[in-house]
């Protein structure tokens, strides 16, 4: 099995800019990320050729993420997006109904600061993405949601069921 | 779903002691790295008594842990020990039989230590435990094994099926 | 010799608010990085009670930093001070000719961000602040600079002198 | 003014090799450490062939240390050095009278590990380095000693005077 996984910014890749003094996106850190997670499984990584926030995230973006999906000759793929519409992003996948396996996971904390979740996160979704039958999923938290039955609760920093 | 990790020592959770000026063990950092994680998921943290190097664990220490395993009242458990002998606790796990999902991961660099594999591969197992069938498995390098199909290459730092 | 560390925030002590998603201040690190610094110099830390960004300080706050090393028993005292108007405030402090070491601190990035140079930067100003004769400096990027002769280069993110 | 920085190893620059399963020393982490510590003052850094533990230190290796200081064109030179044999390499050095500061600083906790004092002392001692008198001074715990009235308090793990 092959995992592709596909960057397209969000809280994880942030990265300070000292000169702006804000939190930006540079390069992504996803190789690094990946050499330090020391895996043995091949990996196909995608890094989006602009990475963005996911609040700035627009319905072309979303359009050209379900493209990715369609081209990937992986059948599971993780996704690593911002999480404010991380939910919208698997609504426009799910909807899709592809016949491969789409994880989507990101951080709470900047990969780079400290007391990040970023790479537990990633870990997690690099687990169940292999495991899981086909569909759309969101993996934050410790826990797989579906992408229809999912939403963040602002106020928690958590991810929960709809109902 | 709940999990039970049971945290027995390895490279993970080694600590650098700097008065003796060497790596060792202390308290476990297990209920930090769980809050960092960010888990909704319930968990219940085990902590061996005594945090050991897998190169010194013995025949009682593994009837221990399968002990623990035993008592159980979680279905999902994910073991952190050392690699170096990780192959041979999950063989005396992996002979009971228990009607359980038994995860073992652990570090190739202690969670402490900058570039370390630790939250990945935490992340990892904590993933495939909620997913796999019951029974026995290494999860290291981003690749589950069974338990009795899998070994630790050591020149290379990785783990490989026995064939 | 006993230091007196004043804490004003700046990017120094910013930290991440995940709620937020974004930087900004939270309880003092300077408790922390202290320990962390194996200090057997007395060291007397005083955070004052709002942590700002330098943008954000106005006269008022200028003249209490002015009052507290007025008040301080100690002869030798680091401010954490934002860079963008770390000029300004050690202009005020420069007029007015107190009998006392001061030494200007902060940092490029923040302490609980990748690569900051925030405990580089302190360790610097805790060393010179013992040994400089008194009057009012600025402790960046391995240079003391005079109050009176020193400014931000904000293009290249460094401090340099006037001329 | 210029910066002669001298790595010899020493806790300071220790590295976790995972396939030892140990702490060692493979390349010098000192040029990422200068980097991220954004010095505009010039520095020279002479990295010693074989980067040891000070344990292992033997007569030999102190008469190449005090030759660097004598070949030195900086008259400002710290020496990265670990603290068990601190002192006696400082006193070598001390006993030679060069016209030169020498500053010997290191660290309990190495660089790459959680929590480590490094880059303070590493701040400390180049900030002292350009202000002190010629002579040999050791710069650990936020203070300055003379060569000839220091030694490491080993069970406390801190450097105290002789008396």
Chains 1, 2, 3, 4 share one sequence.
Not at 32 to 52: G, N
Not at 151 to 158: E, I, L, P, T
Request: with cysteine; hydrophobic share 45%.
């Amino acid at each position: 099995m092959t995992l592709r996984i596909i960057a397209t910014g969000g809280t994880f890749d942030k990265h300070y800019d000292e000169l702006a003094g804000k939190l930006t996106f540079s390069e992504s850190q996803l190789p690094d990320v990946l050499k330090r997670a020391r895996l043995t499984v091949p990996v196909e990584l995608e890094v989006r050729s602009s990475l963005i926030d996911s609040l700035d995230m627009v319905d072309k973006d979303r359009q050209e993420i379900l493209q990715s999906c369609k081209n990937s000759q992986e059948k599971a793929i993780v996704i690593i997006h911002g999480t404010d519409t991380m939910r919208e992003t698997a609504q426009v996948l799910g909807a899709a109904k592809l016949d491969k396996v789409i994880v989507f996971t990101g951080a709470m904390i900047p990969y780079e600061i400290a007391n990040s979740d970023a790479l537990f996160n990633l870990g997690f979704a690099c687990g169940v993405v292999q495991l899981l039958t086909p569909g759309v999923y969101v993996a934050m938290n410790g826990q797989v949601f579906l992408w229809d039955n999912v939403q963040k609760d602002r106020s928690a920093g958590v991810f929960v069921t709809n109902s």
